[in-house]
């Protein structure tokens, strides 16, 4: 398949939004160019542009360097999927040079403006982050039952989604080995947008995934010495690519699905599991409640609660710290998943 500045991009319906739609009505064909500056001489720059979420933003900056700049478009705060934006944000995109997403069903709005920018917007470079992983994904059951490790059969063309079951889990870049291809996928999209510059971009994504690949071995290192190949995380469960990877289970009453409310049976079960693996440390989502997690632990003998990161978005503490993907993994979710598993 050949491919031209947007080499991964693969939606066409040439739909947007109603909002984006205007949004993007507004911008002339003169627009059309980027928003490169030139360097004096009339040669158009690289200047950079938008992704679809925090964790996407910071792998970019990091590919990136010096060279160009990207920008983060959900609120601190907020996780990226699920997310939905307003105002200007898809006429904001147009004028820039590049656009880095994620071509999957929970990122709706994103496919619909990449496939804008595919059909009218020809010098903007559209970077899909999964290309070449569509076969790796996995099943996204919105039922309640967690772990379920078969690969996904979306094939991510239609992002039909209306029965809620069966979709593939968006949250493939909690796995560092997953995240290993997406990364070198960005760089290789910036490398056809900015020749000039591909060696720079190609450099920095090999630096950078040798620090996932110190991730890689942190887990493996955690499964070693665990004495428990269980745990529990009393929310959804947004980490079963990490399951698949290491081999652990996360045991959830939730389940995979934000929307799902656990019942007072699915409690009861989650409490005796506790108690029978001897788990002292409940995990639960850092941009969700802590009042199940409360719940287990007044409950059954464990004596504390732990956060753990979905890594799709920051907080405001964790931006003053300077916290990007990296330092949420390392900082945050490989020690609480230490003492969870009793790995410490």
Same mark, same amino acid.
């Given at each position: 398949? +050949?491919?031209? !500045?947007?080499?991964?991009?693969?939606?066409?319906? $040439?739909?947007? @939004? /109603?909002?984006? =739609? %205007?949004?993007? *009505?507004?911008?002339?064909?003169?627009?059309?160019?980027?928003?490169?500056?030139?360097?004096?001489?009339?040669?158009?720059?690289?200047?950079?542009?938008?992704?679809?979420?925090?964790?996407?933003?910071?792998?970019?900056?990091?590919?990136?360097?010096?060279?160009?700049?990207?920008?983060?478009?959900? +609120?601190?705060? !907020?996780?990226?999927?699920?997310?939905?934006?307003? $105002?200007?944000? @898809? /006429?904001?995109? =147009? %004028?820039?040079? *590049?656009?880095?997403?994620?071509?999957?069903?929970?990122?709706?709005?994103?496919?619909?403006?990449?496939?804008?920018?595919?059909?009218?917007?020809?010098?903007?470079?559209?970077?899909?982050?999964?290309?070449?992983?569509?076969?790796?994904?996995?099943?996204?059951?919105?039922?309640?039952?967690?772990? +379920?490790?078969?690969?996904?059969?979306?094939?991510?063309?239609?992002?039909?989604?209306?029965?809620?079951?069966?979709?593939?889990?968006?949250?493939?870049?909690?796995?560092?080995?997953?995240?290993?291809?997406?990364?070198?996928?960005?760089?290789?999209?910036?490398?056809?947008?900015?020749?000039?510059?591909?060696?720079?971009?190609?450099?920095?994504?090999?630096?950078?995934?040798?620090?996932?690949?110190?991730?890689?071995?942190?887990?493996?290192?955690?499964?070693?010495?665990?004495?428990?190949?269980?745990?529990?995380?009393?929310?959804?469960?947004?980490?079963?690519?990490?399951?698949?990877?290491?081999?652990?289970?996360?045991?959830?009453?939730?389940?995979?699905?934000?929307?799902?409310?656990?019942?007072?049976?699915?409690?009861?079960?989650?409490?005796?599991?506790?108690?029978?693996?001897?788990?002292?440390?409940?995990?639960?989502?850092?941009?969700?409640?802590?009042?199940?997690?409360?719940?287990?632990?007044?409950?059954?003998?464990?004596?504390?609660?732990?956060?753990?990161?979905?890594?799709?978005?920051?907080?405001?503490?964790?931006?003053?710290?300077?916290?990007?993907?990296?330092?949420?993994?390392?900082?945050?979710?490989?020690?609480?998943?230490?003492?969870?598993?009793?790995?410490?």
């Amino acid at each position: 398949m +050949e491919h031209s !500045r947007r080499s991964v991009l693969k939606r066409g319906s $040439g739909l947007v @939004a /109603a909002g984006a =739609a %205007a949004s993007l *009505a507004g911008c002339s064909d003169a627009g059309r160019g980027g928003s490169g500056d030139t360097d004096g001489g009339g040669t158009e720059t690289f200047a950079g542009g938008y992704t679809a979420f925090f964790t996407l933003t910071d792998w970019t900056n990091r590919i990136a360097g010096d060279r160009a700049a990207f920008e983060d478009p959900v +609120e601190v705060g !907020r996780l990226g999927h699920g997310w939905e934006p307003g $105002g200007t944000l @898809a /006429a904001d995109v =147009a %004028a820039t040079d *590049a656009f880095v997403y994620l071509d999957h069903p929970e990122f709706a709005w994103a496919q619909d403006l990449a496939s804008t920018l595919d059909a009218d917007y020809d010098s903007v470079a559209v970077i899909d982050g999964l290309a070449g992983l569509e076969g790796d994904l996995l099943a996204w059951d919105h039922g309640h039952d967690e772990g +379920e490790r078969t690969e996904s059969t979306d094939d991510h063309d239609e992002g039909d989604n209306s029965d809620g079951d069966r979709q593939s889990d968006p949250h493939v870049w909690v796995d560092p080995v997953r995240s290993t291809a997406i990364v070198e996928t960005i760089a290789a999209g910036l490398g056809d947008a900015d020749p000039d510059n591909a060696e720079v971009y190609a450099d920095n994504a090999e630096a950078y995934t040798a620090e996932l690949d110190e991730i890689d071995a942190a887990f493996e290192s955690l499964v070693e010495t665990a004495e428990r190949d269980v745990a529990v995380i009393a929310g959804h469960n947004s980490f079963q690519y990490l399951e698949d990877r290491y081999g652990f289970r996360l045991h959830s009453p939730v389940g995979v699905s934000p929307q799902n409310e656990p019942t007072q049976s699915e409690i009861a079960d989650t409490i005796e599991i506790v108690d029978r693996e001897g788990i002292d440390t409940i995990l639960y989502d850092r941009f969700g409640s802590t009042t199940l997690a409360e719940t287990v632990v007044e409950n059954s003998d464990a004596t504390e609660m732990a956060a753990v990161s979905p890594a799709g978005g920051t907080t405001r503490e964790w931006n003053e710290a300077g916290y990007g993907y990296l330092e949420q993994m390392t900082e945050i979710n490989l020690p609480a998943f230490e003492r969870a598993f009793g790995a410490q």
